[in-house]
């Protein structure tokens, strides 16, 4: 069996040439590596389980992580940790060390208190969303039999942006909610303060993150389109290029709970769509959403289709 040891300096390019190897449909680079893993504020290189072969050759790793800097407030999550990705080299599989690796993760979030277990969509630098079955049955096999169980599933989707032209229906439904008194263009720094506000507390608080780090890391401010009503209230927005600078990647997208069912979602959708097709985009995509949920509807009646289906993990530990 392989010798398993944590993260250390100089370990991260072999990580990096197994990870390619292990997994070529989901590949990484060194730089999306370093931010997404290194940098990570928590990030702990004893989390990192690595296994070598008696030759000294990387041949599989599993990443545990728990709390260290809390995502709002103070609030550390003390019981829950994740598995965020795992692997092992196709020369090294069926021996056993995929187990072992996992086994050791999750002995280390054991070790460090936590009571249960998320695979995998811990924030703010989750590499998949969950458990993608379909290109990896042999994880989904060793995740079964360790006992994690499936909570919810998510789907990735993508639309085609060749040809793209904004539709007729939603040029008539932006007049009319213009002349109406609704405001929707592109933020002001002012607007950033309530937008922020809205992600955050309509939404989930690593939005409001992900929005405000994209913004302070240069993302223009008109690949944000924001929709204000008549009272002055911003009760949505859509935009693109927040994650990674992935100027195709859309999202974060939301609408205030009262103010759906009135055609406003499609809009903020349509209207970043056409800005993403200016910029020279062939394509928009995003990694999660509730293949059933009113988004993933939304989603559907405006060109996007399934592309991966995710299965999000838990097991009590």
């Known amino acids: 069996m392989p010798r398993i040891t944590g993260f250390r300096v100089g370990d991260g390019p072999a990580v990096v040439a197994a990870w390619r190897l292990a997994m070529p449909v989901d590949l990484i680079s060194e730089e999306r590596f370093r931010d997404l893993v290194l940098l990570d504020p928590n990030f702990d290189p004893s989390g990192l389980r690595l296994a070598w072969s008696p030759e000294g050759e990387l041949v599989g790793a599993a990443y545990a992580v728990r709390r260290r800097t809390a995502m709002a407030g103070t609030d550390l999550e003390s ?89 007729d229906e939603i040029r008539d439904r932006l007049s009319a909610l213009r002349a109406s008194g609704w405001h929707i263009g592109t933020p002001r720094a002012d607007d950033l303060v309530d937008l922020v506000a809205l992600a955050a507390d309509e939404f989930n608080v690593d939005w409001a993150r992900a929005i405000r780090e994209a913004v302070v890391a240069g993302l223009p401010l008109d690949r944000i389109v924001i929709a204000r009503e008549p009272s002055g209230a911003l009760v949505g927005w859509a935009m ?39 910029l020279g985009a062939h394509s928009a995509w995003f990694l999660w959403t509730g293949e059933w949920s009113p988004a993933g509807y939304l989603y559907r009646a405006s060109g996007f289709s399934v592309t991966r289906r995710f299965d999000v993990m838990r097991k009590e530990l």
């Open 240 to 278: 693109h290029g927040a994650y990674e600078h992935a100027v195709e990647r859309f999202g974060p997208f939301g609408v205030r709970e009262d103010q759906r069912g009135n055609g406003l979602g499609k809009v903020l959708l349509h209207l970043t769509l056409e800005r993403m097709r200016a």
């Open 79 to 167: 019981a829950r940790g994740w598995l965020v990705f795992f692997f092992v080299v196709p020369s090294a599989r069926r021996a056993g060390i995929g187990r072992a690796l996992v086994s050791s993760a999750l002995d280390w979030l054991r070790a460090h208190g936590r009571r249960e277990v998320l695979f995998s969509p811990y924030t703010p630098n989750y590499v998949l969303p969950g458990l993608d079955r379909e290109t990896y049955p042999d994880a989904a096999k060793l995740l079964d039999a360790l006992g994690f169980v499936t909570r919810y599933q998510a789907v990735a989707m993508d639309r085609s942006l060749v040809g793209y032209a904004l539709p």
